[in-house]
T-cell receptor, first 110, second 115 residues
Framework: QQPVQSPQAVILREGEDAVINCSSS?????VHWYRQKHGEAPIFLMILLKGGEQKGHDKTSASFNEKKQQSSLYLTASQLSYSGTYFC???????????FGGGTRLMVKP | DGGITQSPKYLFRKEGQNVTLSCEQN?????MYWYRQDPGQGLRLIYYSQIVNDFQKGDIAEGYSVSREKKESFPLTVTSAQKNPTAFYLC??????????????FGQGTRLTVV
């Protein structure tokens, strides 16, 4: 079952902050975050594992609440290049299939 | 350069015809995935494979078939049984099974239009 993302869309001015949430009805082993520009392949931002391990780009910040089966991606001091659609992907156990949410469209304006 | 390659980028087919989308990776990854993306929508899993000669259905496998005869290749066939095949198809790979997973690498996608 697909995780649920919120909000579905957000518009920011450069320099503003945003939080994107990802929620699952199943217990999670890991949460992945990706960003996709229109017509392009999604690119990896971060992975958060059960137990607290994280791997990702230095500029990306996220949290993973295992008990609540939720993750949040924090975008601070947004830049124009942050625009795109953000997807969370979840695994219910190690090595299991990666299932993505419906995406959150982010637009950053000058 | 290591990566994952999908071909062709654009594909047009007549209704009722089967069509095969290519996905090749030279990253030595065990796991490979096929996703379908409709305009403004998320990524829906069609099929995934964790090892050669084995694959599992995802959420929307009906009307699709795959094979995994080689580690590097995971072709997707869109059959005539798929009711609404026009979509953007993304292939991805990752290191695969294990206690620590890593990110998925995506191809550039194939935009299939059925007329």
């Amino acid at each position: 079952q697909q995780p649920v993302q919120s909000p579905q869309a957000v518009i920011l001015r450069e320099g503003e902050d945003a939080v994107i949430n990802c929620s699952s009805s199943k217990a999670l082993y890991s949460v992945h975050w990706y960003r996709q520009k229109h017509g392009e392949a999604p690119i990896f931002l971060m992975i958060l594992l059960k137990g607290g391990e994280q791997k990702g780009h230095d500029k990306t910040s996220a949290s993973f609440n295992e008990k609540k089966q939720q993750s949040s991606l924090y975008l601070t001091a947004s830049q124009l290049s942050y625009s795109g659609t953000y997807f969370c992907g979840t695994e219910s156990r190690a090595g299991n299939m990666l299932t993505f949410g419906g995406g959150t469209r982010l637009m950053v304006k000058p | 350069d290591g990566g994952i390659t999908q071909s062709p980028k654009y594909l047009f087919r007549k209704e009722g015809q089967n069509v095969t989308l290519s996905c090749e990776q030279n990253l030595n990854h065990d796991a490979m995935y096929w996703y379908r993306q409709d305009p403004g929508q998320g990524l829906r899993l069609i099929y995934y494979s964790q090892i050669v000669n084995d694959f599992q259905k995802g959420d929307i496998a009906e009307g699709y078939s795959v094979s995994r005869e080689k580690k590097e290749s995971f072709p997707l066939t869109v059959t005539s049984a798929q009711k609404n095949p026009t979509a953007f198809y993304l292939c991805a790979s990752s290191i695969g099974t294990g206690t620590v997973n890593t990110e998925a690498f995506f191809g550039q996608g194939t935009r299939l239009t059925v007329v």
